[in-house]
């Protein structure tokens, strides 16, 4: 959802202050103005903590980070547009931990938002490729500086054989109404040998469709492993959907369709080449 002009401002204002878990604006507005700003701190879960030594919209989590991702992008988010849910801070540690991202790595961000997994991924030494299919999002990943690469595009678009080689790491926090379909598409560009580590709404674990059966069918062919994160694991970025870790490593000539098993596919026309 758009933050409203008049809001962006109070919110970016340098006397406001956006600390720990609240929001506080020590400085007068307008009523309408006031309403307007307190709609938006509510809808992104804060709650007025009238009494005197705090004053302020208080969340039930650390709000600065988030904050700064809405207000760069000038929107908060909202299920309605294209399910943008930033990975809060503490499930970035554990994708990493799991990924264990070394200096020189190449790292697929397929569906990057505002970086809060590519950034913390270059900072542990990953070269990180971002792909992103909103205008505002693709605007703050090219202001962070933190890609090497910002591709403005439908992931599920791109083609793993026009990206001439594999990632050793895939993260991702894709959108969860595709959550299944951007995973087996990420699938693709994964290196032999790679690791893709992605979180999941928990409903991929037990959802009946043939997708997502086949799909759990995949993972435990491959050996996949799912870690529960807590109930409240994305609280921060405002919804109470329950997630998990999901880890696959990748295996040379394994089951999992990577970057490598396509170009091993024989194309339409070398087969018809060869009759
Ligand atoms: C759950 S958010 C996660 C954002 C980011 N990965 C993070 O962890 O902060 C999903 C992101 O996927 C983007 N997205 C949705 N559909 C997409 C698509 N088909 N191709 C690329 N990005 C997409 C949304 O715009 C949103 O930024």
């Known amino acids: 959802m758009e933050i409203p002009s008049g809001v962006h401002d109070v919110l970016a204002d340098p006397r406001t202050v956006i600390a720990g878990d609240r929001v506080q604006i020590p400085f007068e507005l307008d009523r309408p103005l006031y309403e307007q700003v307190a709609k938006v701190l509510t809808e992104i879960g804060g709650r007025w903590d009238g009494r005197k030594k705090v004053r302020a919209h208080v969340f039930p989590f650390p709000v600065e980070a988030f904050m700064r991702a809405c207000l760069a992008t000038r929107e908060f988010p909202s299920r309605f547009e294209q399910g943008w849910y930033p990975t809060p801070e503490s499930v970035v540690d554990q994708m990493l931990a799991h990924a264990g991202v070394r200096d020189g790595m190449s790292v697929l961000e397929p569906s ?46 791109l083609d793993p054989l026009d990206c001439p080689h594999g990632y050793h790491r895939v993260l991702m926090n ?14 693709g560009f994964l ?40 109930d409240d694991a994305f609280a921060p970025s405002g919804t109470s959907v329950r997630t998990v870790l999901l880890v696959l490593d990748a295996a040379a000539g394994g089951p999992l369709p990577t970057h490598g098993w396509h170009q091993r596919q024989p194309r339409q026309l070398d087969l018809f080449a060869a009759t």
């Open 174 to 187: 894709p959108p969860f109404s595709a959550a299944v379909q951007h995973v087996r598409h990420a699938l």
């Open 112 to 157: 990057a938002g505002t970086g809060s997994i590519a950034g913390p991924a270059a900072e542990s030494g990953g070269v990180v490729d971002c792909v992103e299919i909103d205008e505002r999002r693709i605007r703050v990943l090219n202001g962070q500086g933190a890609a090497r690469r910002v591709v403005h595009a439908d992931f599920l678009d």
């Open 191 to 230: 290196d032999d040998g790679g690791t893709l580590v992605a979180v999941l709404p928990e409903s991929v674990m037990w959802h009946s469709d043939r997708a997502t059966t086949e799909f759990r069918e995949l993972v435990s062919l491959a050996e996949g492993t799912w870690a529960p994160l807590p």
